[in-house]
């Protein structure tokens, strides 16, 4: 059985008019836009801003921290800033100056030592320690607790000579003591081509301690106050501590 649909009748413009109407309605369908701007409803009360590609790079350029460039503040307060060793502590030239005065056993400038560091000690113990590597032996641990042990014996035994009078403390022994590393360290390196044995080994051994020795007394001497009348005993602490430092390297 047919079902009958009532379909409304379509009735098309006609005349001039009705083609100038369309063509108008559609030019103000298309209205052209700005770059990457939505279009905007004829109706809407919602404002929308304009977008331009080239006054936004320029504007926001160099505008700030999240800009794209420097600005010139910023350039200003990294150049102020000071190099990265001198933050941590650790001098180049002041550490060469200090470990050149200990070649000389005879003639130490005492002033060089007056400012206490331990980046130089430190380099000083890690050579030793490769050294020691080189030559099959792991000693890490003993050499640091050595050091460590020296320092403290060092400092107790001059402020009690010294008295009222003594003025050293635990870093600037420490400093020196590491400093004066340098001879058992040159001493390590040289027992790499000698024998094992014999007693040209002990004799090179006696040379470097004896100036290791000289070097330290002068230094704890010379740095601190109230140790010119205790000098012989202060060497004799002095010699102890690099001759055990020499058995590491001997045996």
């Known amino acids: 059985m047919a079902k009958e649909f009532n379909v409304p009748p379509v009735i098309f413009p006609s005349g001039g008019n009705s ?3 369309g063509g108008a309605s559609i030019q103000q369908r298309r209205v052209p836009t700005a770059p990457f701007q939505p279009p905007r409803p004829a109706n809407s009360g919602i404002p929308f801003m304009s977008f331009e590609i080239g006054s936004a790079t320029s504007a926001s ?3 700030g921290p999240i800009g794209g460039g420097p600005t010139a503040s ?3 307060n990294f150049d102020d800033e ?3 060793l001198d933050e941590l502590g650790i001098h180049p030239d002041q550490i060469w100056r200090k470990t050149k005065s200990i070649l000389n056993p005879f003639r130490v400038d005492p002033n060089v030592h007056r400012e206490s560091d331990l980046s130089g000690p430190i380099f ?3 050579s030793l320690c490769l050294f020691q590597l080189l030559g099959g032996k792991i000693q890490f641990g003993v ?16 402020n009690m000579l010294a008295g009222r009078n003594g003025n050293l403390d635990l870093h600037t022994c420490t400093s020196v003591i590491g400093y004066c590393l340098l001879p058992v360290v040159i001493f390590s390196a040289i027992s790499l081509f000698v024998p094992q044995g ?5 004799m090179i051994a006696g040379v470097f301690v004896i100036w290791a020795t000289r070097v330290c007394t002068n230094l704890m001497v010379t740095v601190a106050d109230g140790g ?24």
């Open 19 to 21: 083609a100038a109407a």
């Open 124 to 126: 000083l113990y890690l």
């Open 74 to 76: 910023s350039a200003a």
């Open 143 to 158: 050499i640091l607790g050595w050091i460590v042990v020296s320092s403290i014996f060092i400092y107790v035994v001059f």
């Open 198 to 202: 014999g007693a040209i080994r002990f």
């Open 228 to 251: 010119e009348e205790h000098r012989g005993l202060i060497a004799y602490a002095c010699f102890l501590i690099y001759s055990l430092f020499s058995l590491l390297v001997v045996f």
């Open 82 to 84: 000071e190099p990265l």
């Open 61 to 63: 350029y160099g505008a």
